[in-house]
């Protein structure tokens, strides 16, 4: 997905920008970059690959090349960013985070106009970035031309621009799938997809932005170019899952939430006088661990972490490009805790089960290791459809969902037409869904957290979240 991070400041912001950027790495691993604005040298940029190190080790030179009271950064989960323009807007540096379902749609249209063409990337892409910003040229003003690249594109972008007199423009994405988040401290303002990002360097909350938000900031003050719409759809998947736990989304702690979700889940199985044989709770790790505190809170079943993953060189399972490695990968980091395994029943609580091929290898491992039996918990309910929006869910396709592969199995296409019940897991399609996936991943059992269970975990009013992955709803 990735994420971004800039500071308008009154003294040299480059360090604090660089950590603020940093604060995103789990956001994605293919590309990190950085931009600053000197008033004696200008705009520069500084991107580098990510895929094989973090974003520290590649920027850590960074400060003998580059200076700036102004800086944005950007970590991308798609194109190399932030981008350096010049256009009839003036000179800026760009980031965006989010998606473009209709890139060669839009790319078409701008080469049919007089002069047109892109920079072109392996395999003939051109990068999102530099789409949006020939979208945005094509109007008179930043703020006309944001607008109109949002409503042109069909999917997300939240943009983050740093114009050549070291100001900011920070736009949220049209219906706010995605937040950002304005902080202040004594000598200026930091914009970040992350509030904890900027906490930590000293600035206070501001304010969050509403959808389609559209501000200036110097570092004397922000002034709204164009105020929030009311429509808002912010991506639920981000307290599940996306979001750091230290962070906060519309007042709603990650953390906090993940612990409600959790003691919601066991409140469900003790109704089904499930939890009575279990002897420990843990979570899958990282982001499922939260999720079992809070069921093993609820339960009053021991919380332990009966496996350990080794991450200080392996910190992301998918950080390798093949499938095959990235399997192999996950499966080296995890190191059992023989005594907390061997002729236990254990209960795992996972953030999502999305392919379920890791998770299926994790189960493995476990019963290799002497489990006497592992349920499984999934956090959120089935994904039975691909995110079209953000791409959290790394699918290229429905069916590589296994709800999806699995309704097939069961039903035929016919199954499509009855989603809703396989997704409710009280109707027959809803347990045949969680026996025939359970049997195929060796779970001795399997629930899903309901949809009505994850909207009174987050706690905002259900119309303002967006749930599209799981009931198709736009």
Not at 235 to 258: A, D, H, I, K, Q
Not at 265 to 273: L, S
Request: net charge negative; hydrophobic share 35%; charged share 25%.
């Amino acid at each position: 997905m990735g994420g971004f991070f800039g500071i308008a400041s009154r003294k040299d912001c480059l360090l604090d920008t660089f950590f603020g950027t940093d604060y995103h790495s789990h956001l994605g691993t293919r590309r990190g970059g950085l931009a600053a604005y000197d008033p004696e040298i200008g705009l520069q940029r500084k991107i580098h690959s990510i895929e094989n190190a973090p974003f520290r080790t590649k920027f850590e030179h960074v400060f003998q090349e580059m200076q700036g009271t102004s800086a944005i950064g950007c970590i991308s989960d798609t194109d190399p960013q932030p981008l350096l323009v010049r256009s009839r807007l003036g000179n800026y540096a760009i980031c965006i985070i989010g998606v473009i379902n209709n890139a060669n749609e839009l790319i078409e249209s701008c080469l049919d106009k007089e002069g047109g063409y892109f920079d072109a990337m392996t395999g003939g892409r051109v990068n999102s970035t530099q789409l949006f910003s020939a979208l945005m040229s094509q109007k008179n003003d930043f703020t006309e031309g944001i607008r109109y690249a949002q409503e042109q594109i069909d999917g997300t972008a939240s943009v983050l621009i740093l114009k050549d007199d070291g100001s900011l423009i920070a736009a949220r994405d049209k219906v706010g799938r995605l937040p950002v988040c304005i902080g202040r401290n004594e000598d200026g303002y930091a914009v970040s997809f992350e509030s904890f990002a900027y906490q930590k360097l000293g600035f206070e909350d501001e304010r969050e932005l509403g959808p389609g938000e559209i501000v200036h900031i110097t570092p004397e003050k922000m002034t709204v170019l164009l105020p929030a719409g009311r429509k808002k759809r912010i991506c639920s998947f981000l307290w599940s899952y996306y979001g750091y736990p230290t962070s906060s989304y519309e007042g709603v702690n990650v953390e906090t939430m993940r612990y409600r979700n959790g003691e919601l889940m066991a409140e469900q199985d003790e109704k089904n006088g499930f939890t009575d044989h279990i002897d420990y709770v843990g979570g899958v790790p990282d982001s499922g661990t939260p999720h079992a505190i809070g069921y093993a809170n609820k339960s009053g079943k021991k919380f332990a972490r009966a496996f350990i993953k080794y991450t200080p060189t392996w910190a992301r399972s998918f950080m390798p490009q093949s499938q095959q490695d990235r399997d192999r990968v996950a499966k080296m980091k995890q190191i059992p805790v023989h005594e907390l395994i061997q002729g236990k029943d254990l209960l795992f609580v996972d953030d999502s089960i999305v392919r379920g091929t890791q998770l299926k290898e994790t189960v493995e491992f476990l019963y290799d290791n002497g489990a006497k039996s592992v349920h499984m918990r999934s956090a959120c309910p089935p994904i039975l459809f691909g995110c079209k929006y953000l791409n959290f869910s790394r699918a290229t396709s429905d069916m590589e969902l296994i709800a999806r592969r699995v309704i097939l199995e069961l039903e035929g296409e016919e199954g499509f037409s009855h989603l809703d019940e396989y997704s409710d897991g009280t109707t027959e399609r809803g347990r045949n869904l969680r026996r025939a996936i359970a049997n195929k991943l060796q779970f001795a059992s399997l629930d899903f957290q309901s949809l009505d269970g994850v909207v009174r975990a987050i706690g905002l009013d259900p119309c303002d979240l967006c749930t599209y992955c799981w009931n198709g709803k736009e």
